[in-house]
């Protein structure tokens, strides 16, 4: 045995271990008995304290001064491995514990603000979270920018200043595209109601058009839809909602973009470093092609409209090009979740600029209100009517999540970089969507890029399938177009 | 911080995933899909690994010998430590290693072994897993017999020759009753077909009526009944068959028994050793006084067949009387799992003396079958069929189960003191029970037995409750007066 095929083996069990942890987390939203709250936690507590201390075991650190990777794969596995002790060994064990403590008492205050619509009740305890993030991120960085270095967390190798440089170039063309919008006429808004009992069966038919595995996987309902797991056992949730069919239908065609990214990852690498996606970034980058780019295009929404009426009847939308419209409207609103194509990017730009100044002590906890609501103003054109549509809308700051946000529009512009070269990998492309055929399209993400899982870099995961530099260019020329054909702009 | 509650705090996450391992054993049976099998196996492997070392580790040692108990309960804390430490200390690792291995490739050969009818096939692997837990036995038993030693796992405290004593007196006493039953004529069977659904329904009115808390629990179907966890978080399953609804509700109340031990332990001992039931024994004699001397009574099923044409309309059972017996019909069989209280028992004796003898060498493996047949026919008065009835019946001893299944009946004759001790508690029980009102047994149990989980020894903790040293003589009492009334002897 080598120290590479020692590091492996202890590596091989901690990765079951972190299956095991994320299977905990889908049992809790999904079959967990509403008692067993508080007693869960303590299950989570102690097997997050086994991961823990394999992270920091010193073995690790031995094996990897030894170890000599013999081919690509290996000196993939060994930088995985490598930055998770690195950045383990780098923050000391009483801060790690205090940011733990103190992110779950803030995670409550936080619900109990947003109920309130109190934002002073909220703003003392995100002062704290924010301190010990900055102290956090202080023991990272190093040299380093604190935002950097928590960037790395969810995408590694990437910079805040490449990410303000792709979005500062993409937010006036969002803002511009939405300022036209509004002027324009409408498609035609859904109506009525729609049996949920349908929506789950079509939802499921949804799910195995888009390839992904019920062998592998299972569909339960949950608050929040969400994708768990990683090779054979990679589990979804969806919600279902009577008055809006489209929430259940593309949320689930979401989850299952990420889920088929884990499900069609090598089998060489299960139970690997490589064997669960890349980073956040390149994970939405798949549930955002699968959702939008794939599913609200023309072609498919022309299929799906088919499905609906023979589920639902006669819903009141006369026919495909009209439903297009309705799939794809742009409606005013407050929320992140909510927001369609257009104006998403828009919610997560304006946080990504503020969290990045708050880590850089350039904006203050006290003025984090004033500027959510000023920026909002601006980019949407209309005011924050209450701050639970505004500052205490999102979960993520309350637990510590800095550098989180900007992987959701991350992913899109690689959405649009993967989308622009699948046609014209695959010109056809169209032809098969209309018939419910998605498969042209998930093959080639899988052969090109998901059945790589970590074995590059995200940034190269992103260019070696889409044959380019990243950037926000594509995904902008995409909704130009479309956003321009709906809205006759 | 003194050395007890240093072990305390380790011992509380040791607890906890334990739990964990428990709730992955749960999802396989119940939500698990069917492609993540061999993944699964790693998951498990990985976390009963971090189990293994945690029972071994050197600390518990030292706390072990530096901790002064203060109270019974300490005291009680220290025993079930120190038990399972002693007891992972004792076997080699390596012997722990080749049996984990070798049991897991002997279950397949014996699950295919029944499916051919081939006793040859799963003779030579047999062999070797009595050899390897012969070799285990001897390294846990020192100067004491190695089923004693054995038997240790499953229930603390007790000898062979005591379970042989009490079981060679109860013997003949069923032998003799089954002879008589066979004779007399036979109560009317179930007929007809009963819908799933409906069964379903209710069994959970079923589980609710016998206390099990849904708040802290929940019940799904599994191939093969089961209770599961412990303290805030104890799940259940039930099957349904069309035509054979008891399955499904004495199935549940079964279950329930075991699981209402569980959900009733004083909190005080939650994620403590002595959160769960004390041992095997005293579990089976919950699940079994809920299932037998309650749910299948003369009061109980009253309201029972009422409860059931509620459900299923004229099922051609004209009256209450009537399906007492029909609830409690003794049929010819040779599956243990499905046989009725007079002759389970019979089924059980047959294997504690076969399996006592082989660990003593005084039987060996070749000579199994011929045994087990010519035990049979001398207890059942007919023979063994196919060995699929017979030898290959079980799945126990091919993983190495050797002393678990004397714990089922030593679970009934606890369950007759028990229920000896609560009729007297309880005079007017049958009026409660006749209005599907179990509150005043449940509770007996609850106070004087399930709430003190691990606190007393098992035999201590059914003296304490039933007042009387064990014996099988009110078990013994309860069957003939019951089946000579059913059967009119």
New interface residues.
Partial sequence: MTAFDDLMTFQ??TE??R??SW??GW?QET??????A???G??M???E??LHARRLDPRVGDWLEQAEPQDEVQTSHLRHIRRDFDRASKVPADLAATIARITSTAQGKWAQARSDEDVAAFLPVLQEVVDLKRQEGAALAGNDAIYDAMLQDYEPGTTGAQLAAMFDALRPELSDLRAAIREAEAPAKLKGTFDETKQLVLSEVLALTFGY??????IDKAVHPFSSGS???V?ITTRTNPQDPFNCFYSTIHEVGHACYEQSIDDAY??TPLGRGVSMGVHESQSRIYENQLGRSRAFTGWLYGQMRDAFGDFGIPDEEVFYGTVNRVNEGFIRTEADEVQYNLHVLLRFDLERALMAGDLQVDDLESAWNDRFEADFGYPIDKPSNGILQDVHWSVGLFGYFPTYSLGNVYAGCLHAALRKAVPDLDTHLAQGDTKPATTWLRENLQQHGGLYEPRETIQRASGMEPSEAPLVAYLKDKFSGIYRL
Same sequence: chains 1, 2.
Avoid at 31 to 36: D, S
């Fill in positions: 091989r069990d079951a271990l299956l095991i299977r905990l049992d079959m967990m008995p509403k008692g067993a508080e007693q869960r303590e299950e507590a102690a097997i304290g086994v595995s019920l062998h592998n996987g299972r090779g054979h056992d589990r299960l139970l």
